[in-house]
T-cell receptor, first 112, second 113 residues
């Protein structure tokens, strides 16, 4: 079955790096995603990684995928107060279109 | 419009009433998804349309929930005989065919009293 788990809360100081972790159970996942949700706003895709990759970098964001351990992480370099939000990990399988299975979300709080 | 539009943004209703939530996807997007997000939880898949047909409705919790997309664009999620447990934010998303980004609307917050 599909299950995505994340830690609930992370607090960092402005300028530090943040690392948000996620584990998933479905080994047939094709794509893994990180979404950001700010208060009162819709979900915004930050980045996604194909399951045959182990790393993807996009400006301040680095995604690491350990397929053997089914572990996904999102590193945000030089974290800013504007990065405070809820971050959701999600997985999908191409055979099911873009049906995403989301984790419960990690609340990132950035202290100035 | 430029993004996915959902109406109403807020809906308060009484237990037992009928509710319709509307989603207007990004123009040209063939795929449309409905998710439900309860407080403190991640979005939970409800149903997925490819064009006019429901390609996967496995997430609909029971037969009180129904969704349509008659012309392959706008979709309506219909909830009959609402219950207090239906209170949540209902999210709609759209995408072009193939894997990649889902564009989410801001959601319709449903409160059943």
């Amino acid at each position: 079955g599909e299950d995505v788990e994340q830690s609930l809360f992370l607090s960092v100081r402005e300028g530090d790096s943040s690392v948000i972790n996620c584990t998933y159970t479905d080994s047939s996942s094709t794509y893994l995603y990180w979404y950001k949700q700010e208060p009162g706003a819709g979900l915004q895709l930050l980045t996604y990684i194909f399951s045959n990759m182990d790393m993807k970098q996009d400006q301040r964001l680095t995604v690491l995928l350990n397929k053997k351990d089914k572990h996904l992480s999102l590193r945000i370099a030089d974290t800013q107060t504007g990065d405070s939000a809820i971050y959701f990990c999600a997985e999908s399988m191409k055979e099911y279109g873009n049906k995403l299975v989301f984790g419960a979300g990690t609340i990132l709080r950035v202290k100035s | 419009g430029a993004g996915v539009s959902q109406t109403p943004s807020n809906k308060v209703t009484e237990k037992g009433k009928y509710v319709e939530l509307r989603c207007d996807p990004i123009s040209g997007h063939t795929a449309l998804y409905w998710y439900r997000q309860s407080l403190g939880q991640g979005p939970e898949f409800l149903i997925y349309f490819q064009g006019t047909g429901a390609a996967d409705d496995s997430g609909l919790p029971n037969d009180r929930f129904f969704a349509v997309r008659p012309e392959g664009s706008v979709s309506t999620l219909k909830i009959q005989r609402t219950e207090r447990g239906d209170s949540a934010v209902y999210l709609c998303a759209s995408s072009s065919y193939g894997p990649g980004e889902l564009f989410f609307g801001e959601g319709s917050r449903l409160t059943v009293l």
